[in-house]
Every structure is written in C-alpha cells, then in structure tokens.
C-alpha cells in the first residue's frame, strides 16, 4: 500500500485529478439502470412531453386577422395534446399514489378554479382558462412520475432545450429574418407574438440549465449548456423586458450565496469553473447581441438604458398604468372574494371598475386592450378568488421545503443528498415564475405554463407521503379514462379553433364567417364579425341574434350595443 500511494504522489497533477473524477462519477446517481425495468410506458410518456415542449414554443399560425390569439390557441393546442398522451401512458397501469402535502394543495387549487370556471359569466372564456391550468398540472403530476422512473435528467434537457429554442426564434426575429409566423408590433417575440413572453420563458428555464451544466457527466454538455445560456442572455437583453430583467436580478440577490455554496458541495464536478466559464460565455453572447447591426425599430436612441431606467418606474409610462390596472382589480376581487369573477372573465368585469381614462381600457369600444391584467397575481385573485392564490402559494412554498429537505442525511440513504445545486434551481424557477407573473401574464399562458410545471414536476422532489393508494387495475383504467377524456375534450377545442381561424380568413365572406362560428362558437370576435356580415347582406333579421351572442360574451363591449341600436333593440 505504501508503495502505491508513493507512485500515485510521483503522477502528474493532471492524472491525479481524472483519478479522483473517474472514482467521484461512480458515485453519481444513475437512471438508466432504473428505468430499463419500467418498459416502454414511461418512455413513451417521456416522449410525448419532450416533443409537446419543442411544439409549444415552436406552435404558431400566420392568421393575423387574429392577433396573439394566432400564437396562443396553437401553444395551447400543443400543451393540450402532450398532456393527453403523457396521462394516458402514466396513468395506465397505475398501481401506487402517493400524495403529500403538495399534491393536496394542487388538487385544492385544480376544484377551485374548475368550480369557479362553472359559475361563471362567460364560460367559453372560462372553460379555455382553466384548461390551460389543468393540462399544466396533468404535466407536472406526469413529470413527477417520470423523475421517480430515472427519467428527470431527459426531461430536463428538454425543458433546457426548447426554451433556448424559443429564445433562439426571438434572435432570428431580431437580425432580420422575417415570417408569417412571427409579428413587427411586438417585435422581437418570434413564434411567441411578444417580446416580453419570449423573456420569461429564458428567464424561467434560465435555473434549470444552469443546473443541468453543473450536474453534466461530460464537459461537451457544459459547453453546449454555455452556448444556451448565450443565446437566453441575448435575447433577454434585446427583448428589453423590464418584468424579466427584474426577475433575475432579485433571485440572483437572494440566492447567490446559497447557489456558490451549494454548488462548491457537488462531489462530481469542479462546479466553480462550470460557473464562472458559462458566466464569461453568457456575458460574451450579450456583448455580441448588442455590437452586431439588428432589425429593431426602438423609438428611443438608447433603448437599453431606457428600460435599465424603468425597471422600478411607477409614476409614468407602463409603471402608472399597472397601479391603476391593480387598484380597480383589487376592487373587483373585493367584491367576488371567494371564487372570483371565473377563469379567463377578468375582460367581461373589469370595465364596470375601471376609472376614468384607464389606461387598460380601450376608449373607442369600452373593452379592456388585453385579455388579461398586467399580473398573474391580480389575474388569479380577481379570477378565481383569495381562497384559490393562497392555497396555489402553499404549494410552491412546499415545493420549496420539500426540495431542502431531499438533501438532508448521508448520500447512501437518500440520492437526493447528492445533488445540493438542486434545490437551488428549484427555488429560483419558483421566484422568478412568481416574480414575472407580478408583471406579466405567465401561469394563464400554455408556452410558459408547460415549462414550469414540467420543470417542477421533473425537479421538485416529493414530500412525506400523507395518503398511499393501491388501485386496482379496474379503477385504474377508470381514472386514465376520465384524465384522458378530459384532456382530449380540451385539444379538440383547441383544434376547432385553429381551423376556425383558417376557415375565417380575410373575414369577408359570410359562408365562410358562418363555417368558422361553428367550428369555435364561443369566439367573439367572430360573432361580431358575423354579425357585421349578416347586417349588411341581410339585414337585421339574420343579424340581431348573432349581435346579441356577442354582446352576451362582452356586456361592456360597444360594437354589438351599437348593431343592436341600429336595429331598434
């Protein structure tokens, strides 16, 4: 023995040190051991959502007679099918449940927004939203699934993946590629219609690739990791989205500290280096975006020093609007407290609070400018009410607790011991989602919903178990049935749409109007459209009771009231 460790001493550092790594690697926690024994369901599953997540920030349509809706009913056709597919292979065959204190509160959540959904005024608007959560909490339960089977690695590469791809859309956007598929008033959002919807989904995977480079077995998947992180640095800074520049900044202050620790305690990786080299490559890649020549018509002459500016301004611009747009949403919160106004009906309520000259309001017709309030939070507690925000925060707290606690006890007796950089990246992918959804739409959108459940499903790890289930075969079969029924329910819904959209085309025919209302009945802008058609082709007669549907779905809007008024209703 001691002949060996004199000649091991003679080595060059160099050798030494891929010694060391090569006994280190053995220790790491492997998946592919465990997941040969789980046959071809789990892989199947597996593939459903990583080619869902490609779809989703790829999915859009060159029907601009529809707006963003031309980018979003695609994102949700996309999250609808891989939710589908991954139900059916996860649950098929379903023979333990464990659920703990996360998945209560996430089932919690689910019947809440579901029942508000029912009672509410629009439900078109209503039952399009709350798909959207479900099918998003269908993934994460599915994602879990996966991550118990050994499959978490896969299926954050994935994630990793099709977010640097959306953001790589939003480049080429930028340095003049041009498409039917992308659009100039918001440029650059590439196939997400918005610059500032393409800066979150980077700035929420951002944690999740940080992690998969510092946990990477090869150093070729670090440098492919750091060419990622140049590209969402680039377009996080040429979309000048003050929400997501925010975001990062706050979590980087929080979690600094906790990140350098916890990755200085990885045992198989010099983390450190990994760092401060996709820190150098990251910082490359914006120096790069900003030098070379784009295609972006910013009105300012310093349009980045603009947006550094206003990043906390609230008496002018953007800032004041959002004050006010909160204070009236607070109000209609206050008067539905319990379930709120439902799912997707903040547009139908909000015009009876909104004040005088409100920004959020577009004045030649009374509806609201967006779909949606400037916040997730002000969406949720006006939508669904203050029961359903805090149990939905509970969970993310729990998420939180339960990915400390997996690092707990020796490396032997619990493998989550041996990752401590995970839970890092969990806590940041859940304050940067909170922090942008305080400005911006995120959870009630598909794109960005897909990516965070799937990442926290295939990340945070689960806690005590408070109640285990056993199924029989019968009832399990029930319960992929009743999943998959609905979820398959909410993609021919979204389909219907998309064909509706193609059928519509310019909107002046009204055969054609008409094919499209019955392919997505509960469109208002169809409605009004095919309302405007019939009166001028036929009258008041064929008119009146597609006006009055419209004016139905939108009681403040005045384009309907007005088509009624002329037709002496």
């Keep these: 023995m001691e002949a060996r460790f004199t000649y091991a001493d003679k080595l060059p550092a160099t050798v030494r040190f891929r010694i060391r790594m090569k006994f280190r690697l053995r220790e790491m926690p492997t998946s592919t051991s465990r997941t040969t024994r789980f046959g071809p369901r789990p892989i199947a599953a597996l593939l459903a959502l990583q080619l869902g997540l490609l779809a989703v920030v790829l999915a859009s349509t060159p029907f601009k007679q529809f707006d963003l809706d031309r980018f979003f009913v695609p994102k949700e056709l996309a999250l609808h099918v891989a939710a589908f ?35 509410a005024s629009n439900r078109w608007l209503s039952m399009r939203s709350v798909a959207v959560t479900l099918s998003g ?92 992180g140049a590209v969402l640095a680039a377009a996080l800074v040429l979309s000048r989205s003050r929400a997501a520049w925010l975001a990062l900044l706050v979590t980087a202050l929080l979690l600094a500290i906790p990140a350098w620790r916890a990755a200085r305690r990885v045992p198989y990786a010099n983390t450190s280096r990994r760092l401060l080299f996709m820190g150098a490559v990251a910082v490359a890649g914006v120096i790069i975006a900003l030098v070379l020549p784009n295609d972006l018509n910013w009105k300012s002459d310093s349009p980045y020093l603009d947006s550094v500016r206003g990043v906390v301004a609230y008496n002018s611009g953007s800032g004041r609007g959002r004050l006010i747009q909160y204070r009236n949403t607070l109000h209609m919160a206050e008067a539905h407290p319990i379930l709120g106004v439902g799912p997707g009906n903040w547009p139908v309520y909000y015009p009876k609070f909104a004040t005088h000259n409100d920004p959020s309001l577009s004045h030649n017709d009374g509806t609201t400018a967006n779909p949606w309030p400037s916040s997730d939070w002000a969406t949720l507690i006006s939508e669904r009410g203050t029961i359903a925000v805090v149990i939905l925060l509970l969970a993310f707290l729990g998420m939180i607790a339960n990915a400390f606690q997996s690092t707990r006890g020796s490396s032997a007796n619990n493998p989550g011991a041996r990752d401590p950089f995970l839970p890092v990246a969990v806590t940041a992918t859940i304050l940067i989602t909170g922090a942008v959804g305080a400005f911006d ?64 085309g310019s909107g002046q025919r009204l055969s054609s109007v008409q094919r499209s209302l019955m392919l997505d009945p509960g469109s208002y802008r169809i409605q009004l459209r095919l309302a405007i058609l019939a009166l001028n082709s036929h009258g008041c007669t064929m008119a009146r009771p597609y006006a009055q549907r419209a004016a139905g779905m939108l009681s403040s809007a005045g384009a309907p009231r007005r088509l009624l008024e002329r037709c002496g209703s």
Excluded at 87 to 111: E, H, K, P, Q
């Design 85 to 119: 597919l991954a139900v059916v292979f996860c649950l098929n065959r379903l023979r333990n449940v464990s659920l703990d204190r996360v998945d209560y509160f996430l089932i919690a959540f689910a019947l809440l927004s579901l029942v508000s959904a029912l009672l």
């Design 441 to 504: 739409a995120v959870l009630i959108l598909a794109a960005p919903t897909f990516i965070v459940w799937a990442a926290l499903g295939a990340t945070a790890a689960p806690g005590r178990p408070r109640t285990e289930w056993s199924p029989s075969p019968s009832r399990s079969r029930l319960l992929a049935v009743a999943a998959a029924a609905v979820l398959f329910i909410f993609s021919v819904r979204s389909a219907g749409a998309i064909m509706a959209m193609q059928t519509f």
């Design 137 to 228: 909490l269908a993934t994460f339960w599915c994602a879990r699934s996966l991550a118990r089977a050994g499959l978490k690695r896969p299926l954050v590469a994935a994630i990793v993946l099709a977010t640097v791809v959306g953001a790589a859309t939003s480049l080429v956007q930028a340095y003049g590629v041009e498409s039917e598929y992308f659009t100039l008033s918001r440029a650059p959002g590439g196939t997400f219609g918005n610059r500032n919807f393409v800066a979150h989904v980077a700035a929420i995977g951002a944690p999740l690739l940080i992690w998969y480079a510092v946990s990477a077995k090869r150093n070729i998947a670090v440098v492919l990791c750091a060419i990622g």
